[in-house]
Nanobody, 122 residues
Framework: QVQLVESGGGLVQAGDSLRLSCTAS???????VGWFRQAPGKEREFVAA????????DYADSVKGRFTISRDNAKKTGNLQMNTLKPEDTAVYYC????????????????WGQGTQVTVSS
């Protein structure tokens, strides 16, 4: 059973940066990693995803050019570098793993972390 632990969230001001990390126990290197977020009163939404070898990445339009997803299979870690943060980026951020290709679809990820809060003040 793979477990994921996110870290790196916090309270920042608009324009600041944060780096989220997701560390796995168990199988990691052959899994795609996805990052999702959920703001209060809203559905969980796709943010970014990366294929098992890092060769393919995908971003939601709302974060493209500001966020960068990466992974280190040796350390079993996935990362989300978030730059130029905006108040609308405020949410709980989750990382997730799935076998197969990177996906934007929440239900295709069977393994989830507990989430980390990101709050961006204006």
């Amino acid at each position: 059973q793979v477990q994921l632990v996110e870290s790196g969230g916090g309270l920042v001001q608009a324009g600041d940066s944060l780096r989220l990390s997701c560390t796995a126990s168990g199988v990691f290197s052959i899994r795609a990693v996805g990052w999702f977020r959920q703001a209060p009163g809203k559905e969980r939404e796709f943010v970014a995803a990366i294929s098992w070898n890092g060769g393919k990445t995908d971003y939601a339009d709302s974060v493209k050019g500001r966020f960068t997803i990466s992974r280190d299979n040796a350390k079993k870690t996935g990362n989300l570098q978030m730059n130029t943060l905006k108040p609308e980026d405020t949410a709980v951020y989750y990382c997730a793993l799935r076998a197969g290709e990177a996906s934007r679809i929440t239900n295709e990820y069977p393994t989830w972390g507990q989430g980390t809060q990101v709050t961006v003040s204006s």
